[in-house]
């Protein structure tokens, strides 16, 4: 089991910064297991994905996100991280934390229970 907790949402304008947090906490070595993702989902959208960092650190990113967006984690506290620079409105969304691993053949994932990210002047 794997509890996932997000942060650091909230209002800002356009052009500005967030820095989204997901503290990650559970039995064994999470990091070293579980690939690690934000997703967002916006009203009346499907649930997208926005970022992951492998286990083996390699980050991968929306094509709407590159430039923009920075996927890291700190290994030492099981956190994760979301830094969302030059944000637009089209950014405005619940963003989602996951922990996600192949375990017997089957995709098992845990979700946070998100945080509001609303770009608006």
């Known amino acids: 089991q794997v509890q996932l907790v997000e942060s650091g949402g909230g209002l800002v304008e356009p052009g500005g910064s967030l820095r989204l947090s997901c503290a990650a906490s559970g039995s064994g070595s999470i990091f070293s297991v579980y690939d690690l993702g934000w997703y967002r989902q916006a009203p009346g959208k499907q649930r997208e994905l926005v970022a992951t960092v492998s286990i083996r650190d390699i980050p991968k990113y929306a094509d709407s996100v590159k430039g923009r967006f920075t996927i890291s984690k700190d290994n030492a506290n099981n956190t994760v991280y979301l830094q969302m620079n030059s944000l637009k409105p089209e950014d405005t969304a619940v963003y989602y934390c996951?922990?996600?691993?192949?375990?017997?053949?089957?995709?098992?994932?845990?979700w946070g229970q998100g945080t509001q990210v609303t770009v608006s002047s």
């Open positions: 996951s922990a996600e691993r192949v375990w017997f053949g089957k995709t098992v994932t845990y």
